[in-house]
């Protein structure tokens, strides 16, 4: 099918380069020309796992174009994907312009019927306003589908060709259908629901594993309380498949460009109806509490921070993406130097993203070695295998003084207890807590 795809951020571009793999002739277009000229090149403007490798091949085989905004047309052109950014507004709620724009631009443009597409993450009820716009732009008959993502950096590839579930939300069964068999190279199940449903699938789905998140938090606060291991409840609760063994990881709270914007936004949809989401302000609000967990712990340590050494090690939300949005990392790093620490950071992927969003203050080193070397504490914000697998008694020699506060658990409480590291993690009891305060 001869396909276009509006925006190519993370969504646009993983789904662009997926459907051009299973055979599709796609088009993906984008305002930002500096943008649309690396992707003609090959090079993939964000850090996923596969991507680069099936852009250059799609390129190759000329299943897959990029095209400046301002040069597209939609002729001949039979499905158009819209997934542009929805970026969240001061009041939560998503700022709707680029779509808007999108559907006005399809208006002018299309030259017959088509099916459009809504992947980008949308309050209930825009897929019809964005039906509507088009409708009183041009006579050319359209569709509107919601199909939307359920792509988790790092692993968008994966996803993408392995996922649970397609949705796709409808008026027309035949238009659902047209997108089913665009789809079914991909061999996952299909479910066919009414647009609003769509829409709503997809912030219940993301609302309700933020809960989860929160949930396994909370609980593993209490579990350093009373003397109980948040891995092992974690496993114990994970084991029955009602719960599932899933997004139970208990840490410094979730970031990302999805959780936070859609569990606040989800806030606000409910808000409009007069439904007030009190189990989901309080998801939000532990969230909050638990990015700032590891700086409380760490004063608790030492008194105050003032003058204090401390690595961060690991900036990005996640393991396996240079993706800063949200990251526990900013909100941590603020903290350290509003209370007068010197912070030393470091990541595998994220360090240049990471400049333009931590405090000027924060000094970047180049490996997690540079970046512990003097340090009188380690803290420890994404699980990168490289940190996980970094041993612990280089921590122990090359550090000031080897006290590491890890927010992802990455260490068992066995391999630690025999280092002598003084440790602090996350809902498990403190090891070889016992150490004298540091001069600093
Ligand atoms: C998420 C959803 O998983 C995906 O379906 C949706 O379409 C987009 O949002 P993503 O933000 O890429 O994907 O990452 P995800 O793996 O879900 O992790 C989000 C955050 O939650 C990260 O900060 C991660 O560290 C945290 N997390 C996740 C936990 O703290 N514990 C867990 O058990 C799982």
Redesign the pocket.
């Given at each position: 099918m001869n396909i276009s795809v509006v925006g190519t951020g993370y969504v646009g571009l993983v789904t662009g380069v997926c459907l051009a793999e299973i055979g599709h002739h796609v088009t993906c277009v984008d305002v930002d020309e500096a943008k649309i000229a690396m992707l003609q090149q090959g090079k993939s403007p964000i850090y996923e796992p596969g991507l680069e490798e099936l852009m250059k091949s799609n390129l190759q085989k000329r299943n897959l174009v990029f095209q400046r905004y301002k040069d597209t047309s939609y002729e001949s052109v039979e499905v158009i994907y819209i997934s542009v950014g929805t970026p969240q507004q001061h009041d939560g709620t998503a700022d709707l312009s680029y779509i808007f724009q999108a559907a006005e631009d399809i208006a002018y443009k299309i030259t017959q019927p088509a099916i459009i597409v809504t992947k980008s993450?949308v309050p209930i009820g825009t897929n019809r306003k964005i039906k509507k716009i088009i409708k009183s732009k041009t006579s050319i008959p359209v569709d509107v589908v919601s199909n939307?993502?359920?792509?988790?950096?790092?692993?968008?590839i994966q996803?993408t060709f392995r996922g649970d579930r397609i949705v796709i939300g409808a008026d027309h069964p035949e238009a659902a259908s047209v997108i089913e068999d665009l789809n079914r190279p991909f061999g996952i199940p299909v479910f066919k629901t009414d647009i609003e449903s769509a829409e709503m699938i997809?912030y219940g789905?993301?609302a309700f594993?933020?809960t989860?998140?929160s949930f396994?938090?909370e609980i593993a606060n209490i579990c350093e309380k009373v003397g109980a291991d948040i891995e092992d409840v974690a496993k114990g609760m994970g084991m029955d498949q009602r719960i599932g063994n899933?997004?139970?990881?208990?840490?410094?709270?979730?970031?990302?460009?999805?959780?936070p914007k859609?569990t606040k936004a989800l806030v606000q949809i409910a808000g409009n109806v007069e439904h007030e989401f009190h189990l989901l302000k309080s998801v939000i609000e532990v969230n909050n509490q638990q990015q700032r967990l590891l700086v409380e712990k760490a004063k608790e340590r030492f008194g105050n921070l003032k003058g204090l050494r401390v690595a961060m090690l690991g900036l990005a939300?996640?393991p396996n993406?240079d993706d800063m949005r949200e990251?526990?990392s900013i909100v941590i790093a603020e903290e350290l130097v509003r209370e007068g620490a010197h912070v030393v950071a470091y990541d595998l992927i994220a360090i240049e993203n990471a400049r333009h969003v931590l405090p000027m203050e924060v000094e970047f080193k180049n490996s997690i070695e540079e970046a512990i070397t003097g340090a009188s504490a380690a803290f420890i914000l994404?699980e990168w295998d490289e940190i996980k697998n970094f041993p612990l008694n280089e921590y122990k020699e090359i550090m000031k003084t080897p006290i590491i506060f890890d927010g992802?658990n990455c260490y068992s409480i066995g391999d630690v207890e025999i280092s002598g590291i003084e440790y602090f993690s996350i809902g498990r009891k403190s090891i070889n807590h016992n150490m004298k305060v540091p001069s600093k």
């Open positions: 993450t939307p993502e359920f792509l988790r950096e790092g692993s968008a996803d997809k789905s993301n594993l933020a989860k998140i396994i938090n899933q997004f139970l990881k208990a840490g410094i709270g979730y970031g990302g460009s999805c959780f859609d939300f996640k993406t990251a526990a994404t992802r």
